[in-house]
C-alpha cells in the first residue's frame, strides 16, 4: 500500500510539473514575436500621421493624436514622444517641450493644449499636467543633451511653482485637479467631472506625476550644476511620496483612493487613479502586489477579457459606453494609454505572466482594429473588444473612419518588453 501511495504521489507530482513547464512555455515572451512584429509594421505606416510640420504659433514639430485631434495635447505628446524616444528620434519630445514651454506666462502658467492659432483654453485655464520637466528630463537623456535646457530652466521652476500655488493641498501637501477633465481621465468618477460640481480631490494620479516632475526637476538641476535646487526637489518628491501613503492609502481596502478635500474622508472609487503610485514604487513590494493582486488582475475589479479596464466592475458608474463629446470616456472600457501605465506596476512588482497576456490581449486587439479600419481608436468596449471612440459615423472626406493613433503606439513598447526584454519603464534616475 505504502508503495501504491508513493507511487501515486510521485505521478501526481510529475504531472504538476508538467503543468507548470507547459504554462511557462506557453508564456514565453518568444511566442509574441510574430504579434510584435505585425504590429510594428503596422505602426511604420500609422507613425508618421501624428507629426505635423511646424506651424504659426507651434514653432517646432508637433505630435498631434492624428485621426479625431488636430490639436497637440501635453500628456499625449509626453508619450508619443518617449516612443520617438524609444525608436531613437528624441528630437519630437524636445520638439514637444519647446513648443509648451513658449507659452509659459510670468506666474507659471501654461495651456495643456495649443493649436497653430495659440494655446487652447478649456474648462477655465487648463493647466499643463504634471508631464512638463518629465518630459525634458527624457528628452535630454534620450539626446544625452542637455545643453538646450539650460535657458529654459527658471521656466521649468515657474511651472512647479505655479501648481504648488494653485493645487497643492496646504494640510497635507498632496495635489488636486481642478476637475476631473484637467486629469486627462475626463468623467474619471473618482473626480468632479461636470462643471457645476465644484469638489476637489487629493488624488493619487496627480500627486504621483507631480513626485515624478520633482524628482526630473531635481535630475536636470543636477546635470546643470543647480545642487541646492537638486536637493530641494529631491527633498520635495520624498514628503511626496510619503504624503501619498499616508492620506491617500486605504490599509482597510488596500488601495489608494482619491479624497474629498471638504469632508477629508475617503471616495471609495477604484478607478485608473488608484494605480497611479505603481508606477514610482510609492506603495512598498507587499502593498503593490496585494492592490494589484485585489483590484487590478482580478476579472472582478479591473481585468476583462480585452484588458484592464478603467474603472471597477463594481462600481456604479461602470459603463463601456462610446463617448467622445463632451468627454471620453473613462468609466470602464479599456485604454490602451491606462494599460501601458499599468504594466510599468506589473513590471515592477514582478507579475510577469500578468504582463504576457496583458501584451498579446492589447497588440492583438489593436492589430485588428488597424487591419479593419487602418487606424485604431482611443478605447474599446472591455468585454467584446468592440472598438468605441471615435464611433464610425466620424469619417474624413473620402468616408474612412478618422480614427485615433496617439499614445496606442506605446502598445509596441509593451510588447518589445515581454519578447525581447527592451522595456520603457520610464524611469527617473
Not at 57 to 70: D, E, N, Q, S, T
Request: glycine share 6%; hydrophobic share 35%; charged share 25%.
Amino acid at each position: 500500500m505504502a508503495i501504491c501511495i508513493g507511487l501515486i504521489a510521485c505521478q501526481n507530482s510529475e504531472k504538476k510539473a508538467s503543468i507548470e513547464n507547459e504554462k511557462q512555455n506557453s508564456m514565453d515572451g518568444e511566442n509574441l514575436r510574430p504579434l510584435l512584429s505585425d504590429l510594428s509594421a503596422k505602426y511604420e505606416t500609422l507613425r508618421p500621421k501624428v507629426i505635423q510640420p511646424a506651424e504659426g504659433y507651434l514653432k517646432y514639430p508637433y505630435l498631434i493624436p492624428a485621426g479625431f485631434y488636430k490639436q497637440m495635447w501635453d500628456w499625449d505628446g509626453f508619450f508619443m514622444g518617449n516612443h520617438f524616444v524609444s525608436k531613437g528620434k528624441p528630437e519630437y519630445l524636445k520638439f514637444w517641450a519647446l513648443n509648451l514651454i513658449q507659452g509659459i506666462d510670468d506666474e507659471g502658467y501654461v495651456s495643456g493644449g495649443a493649436t497653430t492659432e495659440g494655446p487652447r483654453f478649456l474648462f477655465g485655464k487648463f493647466a499643463v499636467k504634471p508631464f512638463l520637466s518629465q518630459g525634458v528630463y527624457f528628452a535630454c537623456e534620450g539626446a544625452n543633451d542637455y545643453e538646450w535646457i539650460a535657458s529654459h530652466y527658471e521656466e521649468l521652476k515657474k511651472v512647479l511653482a505655479y501648481r504648488e500655488r494653485t493645487q497643492q493641498d496646504s494640510l497635507t501637501g498632496l495635489f488636486f485637479w481642478d476637475n476631473g477633465m484637467q486629469s486627462g481621465a475626463d468623467n474619471n468618477a473618482a473626480l468632479n467631472y461636470f462643471t457645476e460640481d465644484k469638489r476637489t480631490f487629493l488624488a493619487p494620479d496627480a500627486s504621483t506625476l507631480q513626485c515624478r516632475e520633482y524628482l526630473a526637476q531635481a535630475a536636470i538641476a543636477k546635470k546643470l550644476g543647480e545642487m541646492e535646487d537638486a536637493k530641494m526637489y529631491a527633498e520635495k518628491a520624498e514628503r511626496l511620496k510619503l504624503a501619498i501613503n499616508k492620506h491617500l492609502w486605504s490599509d482597510e481596502d488596500k488601495i489608494y483612493y482619491t479624497v474629498d478635500r471638504e469632508t477629508r474622508k475617503f471616495y471609495k472609487r477604484v478607478s485608473y487613479s488608484s494605480f497611479l503610485p505603481l508606477i514610482e514604487n510609492i506603495p512598498s513590494p507587499a502593498m503593490g502586489k496585494e492592490m494589484i493582486s485585489k483590484y487590478l488582475i482580478n476579472p472582478d475589479h479591473m481585468k476583462a477579457k480585452y484588458g484592464y479596464r478603467t474603472l471597477s466592475i463594481q462600481d456604479p458608474d461602470y459603463n463601456n459606453k462610446n463617448i467622445i463629446l463632451p468627454f471620453s470616456n473613462w468609466q470602464g472600457p479599456v485604454w490602451p494609454i491606462a494599460n501601458f501605465i499599468y504594466s510599468i506596476g506589473l513590471k515592477k512588482y514582478g507579475f510577469s505572466d500578468e504582463l504576457y497576456w496583458q501584451a498579446e490581449t492589447l497588440g492583438t486587439l489593436l492589430l485588428k482594429d488597424i487591419e479593419k479600419n487602418n487606424t485604431m481608436h482611443e478605447n474599446y468596449h472591455a468585454d467584446t473588444g468592440v472598438p468605441l471612440a471615435p464611433s464610425d459615423d466620424h469619417v474624413d472626406e473620402n468616408g474612412n473612419i478618422v480614427g485615433f493613433i496617439s499614445w496606442n503606439l506605446c502598445i509596441e513598447n509593451l510588447l518589445d518588453g515581454v519578447v525581447n526584454d527592451n522595456w520603457m519603464l520610464l524611469e527617473i534616475k
